[in-house]
């Protein structure tokens, strides 16, 4: 059949679950419903094609209507391991009780490490954190070799306000398995990440007499002396067998390094290089560091308009707040700050509280989703290769969102989202000294302290109340301001650049 004679997908029939599956791996997602919709109302009976039915409704973000595909396909197919996961996660996801779920595709699939992580996160969100840490001990025991068993059991254990053996099981794992690489990698990520750096250093040390050198330990090696501030000229020795590496990770250590210095000429170099690539979202955040240093009035094209941030009063649109913050509180399962993110003094929910079906929350999505919508239409028209006006400015869907519950005292460092395109903090419950010499405040443009121990003041700050939304670029700097007494709650979420790029959710820089 010719190109042009071929159905059109409005009109497509599914006959089968092979023809269903090689539409979908071919890129349809929405389109394919209704013809998969139509194939099981007329009686085909394959418990595949309502898995894959559920599978493309939460891949969309529709979790309820999901579930109810998923709960049909494990009724038809109660021994299939890849259906009981898909239904596990997706309660999970939805925010609902997914243990017993879990448990149900862990026995039909004893060793499948997915299953295991999420058995994790189930257990987290059903408050048993501990339970979750004492399990993943017990399997990394016997699995070793498992990397993200190690890693979820580092974060948890921090979580969990463990500090000086949090990543103790990567220590007995490289013990017993030398040669397997990516366990030192992790494990040097994560120590990283609680930026201590002596025992950075103790880890290279043990890998190097236990494999050899590696360009993994010489350029984290660097890394190490570059973040406590070391010597320029020792430091620059270091990087210097980098120099030419095409890594972005690593090149933006080493502009870090000379805006350590004060050298942002060298800085300027290397960015240059970069801002045209596909890693590019990792250097934006320098560039403007870089530029505001050396008087380039170019960075006012990339922060400057004021039309890139927007503050929002959306109590009307919002849950009432009370209950909302009493929805939120229920989310905050974990004792302490995660290991690899920003807060300081407080909690931080698991997962992407967006997904959830609950009535509170989707109200919340939705009214963030219109705000960021009318956000989106006021931005200056689209400019090929800025990064906040490149893209197009529909649909908005979110790479990740998130509550942060705050402690007296608490407060953000001063950080970046390189996963998203449009970041944010919405005000719920906020501490009595608020608007007392800017506590509590947001801080626009301060770079990251007090490592980089950088005089470059914010450009803006945006002082907290309840139900105000702010919205910024992600890749611009921010952070708050310490707090004396109370609880300071927020949400915050990432939204995804729309027509692709990068996804991810929650994360720092």
Do not use: C
């Not at 004060?262 to 300027?268: F, I, M, Y």
């Not at 506590?439 to 950088?454: D, H, I, Q, R, S």
Request: net charge negative; aromatic share 8%.
């Amino acid at each position: 059949m010719s190109a042009t004679m071929q159905p059109s997908r409005a009109t497509r029939r599914i006959t089968s679950f092979d023809e269903a599956i090689a539409a979908y791996n071919s890129g349809e997602r929405e389109e394919l419903l209704e013809p998969l919709g139509s194939a099981l109302r007329s009686g085909v009976h394959d418990p595949r094609l309502w898995n894959l039915q559920g599978l493309i409704l939460r891949e969309l973000g529709r979790h309820e209507e999901a579930l109810k595909s998923l709960r049909r396909a494990a009724e038809m197919a109660p021994t299939s391991a890849r259906i009981a996961h898909a239904l596990a996660r997706t309660l999970y996801e939805a925010g609902l009780p997914s243990l017993e779920a879990y448990g149900q595709a862990l026995k039909l699939a004893r060793d499948d490490t997915e299953v295991l992580a999420g058995m994790t996160s189930a257990f987290v969100a059903a408050g048993e954190a501990d339970t979750a840490i004492a399990g993943l001990e017990k399997i990394l025991t016997r699995a070793p070799h498992w990397i993200e068993g190690h890693v979820l059991l580092t974060k948890l254990r921090w979580a969990q306000g463990e500090r000086e053996q949090f990543a103790r099981s990567f220590d007995a794992a490289t013990s017993a398995m030398p040669q397997l690489f990516h366990l030192w990698r992790e494990w040097i990520i994560a120590v990283q990440h609680a930026e201590q750096w002596d025992e950075v250093l103790r880890i290279i040390a043990k890998g190097r007499a236990a494999i050899g050198e590696q360009p993994l330990f010489a350029v984290n090696e660097a890394i190490v002396h570059a973040e406590r501030g070391d010597a320029f000229e020792q430091v620059d020795a270091m990087f210097a067998p980098f120099a030419d590496l095409q890594d972005g990770t690593i090149q933006v250590r080493r502009v870090r390094h000379y805006l350590r210095w004060g050298r942002p000429e060298q800085a300027d170099a290397i960015i240059g290089k970069w801002i045209e690539r596909p890693e590019a979202f990792m250097f934006w955040p320098y560039a403007s560091l870089t530029w505001r240093m050396m008087g380039d009035r170019h960075w006012e094209w990339l922060e400057g308009d004021e039309r890139f941030v927007g503050v929002y009063d959306i109590s009307d649109r919002l849950p009432p707040l009370d209950a909302l913050a009493e929805t939120l509180r229920r989310l905050h399962t974990l004792s302490g700050q995660p290991l690899e993110q920003s807060l300081r003094g407080g909690t931080q929910t698991d997962g992407d509280i967006f997904t959830h079906i609950d009535p509170v929350l989707v109200q919340l999505r939705e009214a963030i989703r219109e705000t960021v919508a009318e956000h989106a239409s006021k931005l200056p028209p689209r400019e090929e290769g800025h990064p906040l006006l490149g893209p197009p400015r529909e649909p908005i869907r979110f790479s990740g969102a998130w509550s942060v519950r705050l402690q007296s005292g608490g407060y953000h460092a001063n950080h970046v989202h390189p996963a998203g395109w449009i970041s944010s903090a919405l005000y719920i419950v906020l501490p009595p000294d608020l608007g007392q010499s800017e506590a509590g405040y947001l801080t626009l443009g301060e770079p990251k302290a007090p490592t980089f121990n950088l005089d470059i003041p914010p450009f803006r700050t945006i002082e907290p109340k309840p139900g105000r939304l702010a919205l910024f670029p992600s890749y611009m700097w921010h952070g708050t301001r310490p707090f004396g007494e109370g609880e300071r709650m927020t949400v915050a979420f990432d939204v995804a650049i729309p027509g692709g790029g990068r996804q991810g959710s929650g994360g720092d820089a």
